[in-house]
């Protein structure tokens, strides 16, 4: 194999990863309720849910910090 084909061929799976870890980001309006939300939250595959960093991640279904700490508590959270 070329030195433009290895080239070719890592920047196609940098990219393909690049693709993919961005699909598994979701939106805060998919979540139907703030347990949803905390569990992708917690095991970092919505790492910015909580933008202004106030422990509440996807404010439109997570209504207290309280709330969000109870769903921490059940499901193993420590974050």
């Not at 890592?10 to 979701?26: D, P």
């Not at 202004?52 to 209504?63: L, S, T």
Request: charged fraction near 20%.
């Amino acid at each position: 194999m070329s030195p433009f084909s290895r080239t070719a061929l890592l920047l196609a799976v940098l990219s393909a990863a690049s693709l993919s870890s961005e699909a598994l980001a979701a939106s805060c309006k998919s979540y139907s309720n703030c347990r949803q939300a905390v569990i992708e939250w917690c095991a970092g595959r919505h790492p910015r849910a909580d933008g202004d960093n106030d422990g509440i991640p996807c404010e439109n279904v997570c209504r207290s910090r309280a709330e969000v700490v109870a769903i921490m508590e059940e499901i193993g959270c420590s974050r």
